[in-house]
């Protein structure tokens, strides 16, 4: 299976700051057909997870522009360009390019100063 | 806007049975990959199984093969979990989520297995 590991665990931001957080997989991402299957999630307190990002970069509809992801091959970076209160809670990477199963980061936990 | 609404969590001794749902609107259903995923108390998130979208083929995480079976009745608009042999490490909030990309998620419903 194919392991993502998140970093850091913990991200504590100020207000109005940029965050970024890093998904490393244990092996290249990049499908026989082309395509990079990774996405990313977040949950904020007490709520179900809601994707923002798949395919590396492809934002979901509703989501901020200051939401960004990038990266290729195994290394991966969700970036927020400026931190707002609603942006607290966990956020997730989650590989389907080598499915089955779908494995996902252990979560990297984003709270403001 | 899709929803997804899980329910059938409830608590349940080890070695017992227990079956979820989870009713989907507001897509055609029935074109849609479906998974569960589940969330143990105060961890991360695991991918548990996944169907496609005519039922033929199902697909599930090591830790469950064997106990758990994923279906769905297309005309109902609903997605199931079987949970059998349940496991004090199978404890956890189970959530259905439309695609294998996780698209929208519903609330999700607990399951607590323990004696």
């Known amino acids: 299976d194919v392991v993502m590991t998140q970093s850091p665990l913990s991200l504590p931001v100020t207000l109005g700051q940029p965050a970024s957080i890093s998904c490393r997989s244990s092996q290249s991402l990049v499908s026989s057909d082309g395509n990079t299957y990774l996405h990313w999630f977040h949950q904020r307190p007490g709520q179900s997870p809601r994707r923002l990002i798949y395919?590396?970069?492809d934002r979901d509809s509703a989501v901020p522009d200051r939401f960004s992801g990038s990266g290729s091959g195994i290394d991966f970076t969700l970036k927020i360009s400026r931190v707002e209160a609603e942006d607290v809670g966990v956020y997730y990477c989650?590989?389907?390019?080598?499915?089955?199963?779908?494995?996902f980061g252990q979560g990297t936990r984003l709270e403001i100063k | 806007e899709v929803q997804l609404v899980e329910s059938g969590g409830d608590l349940v001794q080890p070695g017992g049975s227990l079956r979820l749902s989870c009713a989907a609107s507001e897509f055609t259903f029935s074109a849609h990959w479906m998974t569960w995923i589940r969330q143990a108390p105060g961890k991360g998130l695991e991918w548990v199984a996944s169907?496609?979208?005519?039922?033929?083929?199902?697909f599930y995480v090591d830790s469950v093969k064997g106990r758990f079976t994923i279906s769905r009745d297309n005309a109902r608009n609903s997605l199931y979990l079987q949970m059998n042999s349940l496991r004090a490490e199978d404890t956890a909030l189970y959530y259905c989520a439309q695609g294998l990309w996780l698209d929208s998620w519903g609330q999700g419903t607990l399951v607590t297995v323990s004696s």
């Open positions: 395919k590396v970069s």
């Open positions: 989650m590989q389907t390019t080598h499915w089955p199963p779908s494995t």
């Open positions: 169907i496609e979208p005519d039922g033929s083929e199902e």
